[in-house]
């Protein structure tokens, strides 16, 4: 049965891809963005070009701690789901923003949290992220693993998010399930993104700055695994629950950027640099609870991801050049 599924962030990477998978399902959406300007609004613009032309696919652009906006987004339409996907994105940007960082990620999602009280909303979904985890040496990372100590001020909303989440269901008897995306990567990457930097460097012979000594390793994982996850967690068992939605498999940074060298055709011109505040060593997702509970199952290897990554990112380039 069709579902009316709310989405703050819809006009984001993940956020966009979800709302389409939803709208490709029969779902009824509901959009919320505020076209933040850590980048170029004119590419959240076209996230939600296609969006905006299904009959069943509304749109506020607002802010999600504005209280008197939220009221008007879908006044009057009771949700079935809602999926916060909105937030201030990236480690290295919040330990100079940490304040900014604080103001969207915790009270906004304490008023989404508000908002799907007052609402009866049956389930919730909130974006959280692997940097929980901080410079956790246990690997795979699980869900039961100790996450109170994390190593910037981003990963420090997302675990603050996450016990907000656990309150109201505590407190209200609110359904909610936490996912802890690993590294998302593919089709409409935000620009700052590693793999989307490194493509477009490489592609215009510009060097591209390593942080480290390329050892670092990291769990990426394709677009339409997290979108498939994020729909199974619809499904949810009732309560509070948290799973990791990763690939489950890692590669170092200095693979990484090998691998997007072989898909571009082209030899990157590397600038080795010193550890960033709050970078990890290491991601690494276990999937096992996810699998189990919502039926996560990933596909997409880093080889053939990253393929599909550039093929898109040259495609998108030659668009935007002719326009």
């Known amino acids: 049965m069709p579902r009316t599924v709310f989405v703050t962030g819809a006009a984001g990477f993940i956020g966009s891809h979800v709302s389409e998978a939803l709208l490709a399902r029969g779902d009824r959406v509901f959009g919320f963005d505020n076209f933040d300007p850590f980048y170029d609004r004119r590419i959240k613009e076209r996230n939600l070009a296609p969006l905006s032309a299904h009959p069943t696919f509304s749109f506020v652009e607002g802010d999600i701690r504005d209280a008197s906006a939220l009221a008007r987004w879908g006044e009057g339409i009771h949700p079935d789901a809602l999926i916060h996907l909105a937030a201030k994105a990236g480690v290295r940007p919040s330990v100079a923003d940490p304040v900014g960082y604080a103001d969207v990620n915790v009270h906004g999602t304490i008023r989404m949290l508000e908002w799907a009280r007052e609402r009866r909303v049956p389930k919730v979904l909130f974006a959280s992220s692997s940097s929980v985890y901080g410079g956790n040496t246990k690997v795979p990372f699980s869900e039961d693993d100790f996450v109170d100590h994390p190593v910037s001020p981003y990963a420090a909303t997302k675990k603050a998010g996450e016990l907000l989440c656990h309150t109201y269901c505590h407190l209200y008897g609110m359904n909610v399930a936490a996912l802890r995306f690993f590294t998302v990567y593919g089709p409409r990457q935000r620009p700052e993104m590693a793999i989307r930097k490194f493509t477009r460097r490489i592609l215009d012979g510009k060097v591209i700055d ?33 799973y990791n939605l990763g690939e489950s498999a890692t590669i170092s940074l200095a693979d990484l950027v090998a691998r997007i060298e072989k898909a571009c055709g082209k030899a990157a011109v590397r600038r080795f640099t010193p550890p960033q505040p ?25 080889a053939r991801g990253i393929t599909l990554f550039v093929d898109w990112y040259r495609k998108q380039a030659t668009a935007e050049a002719g326009l």
């Not at 050892?215 to 948290?242: C, F, K, N, Q």
């Not at 189990?292 to 290897?301: A, C």
């Open 278 to 302: 709050g970078d990890v060593p290491v991601t690494f997702a276990d999937i096992s609870r996810a699998r189990n509970e919502i039926g996560y199952d990933p596909h997409t290897s880093i």
């Open 210 to 242: 390593l942080y480290g000594d390329g050892s670092s390793r990291r769990d990426y994982t394709y677009i339409e695994d997290i979108v498939s996850g994020v729909l199974g967690a619809l499904t949810a068992p009732p309560g509070y629950r948290i």
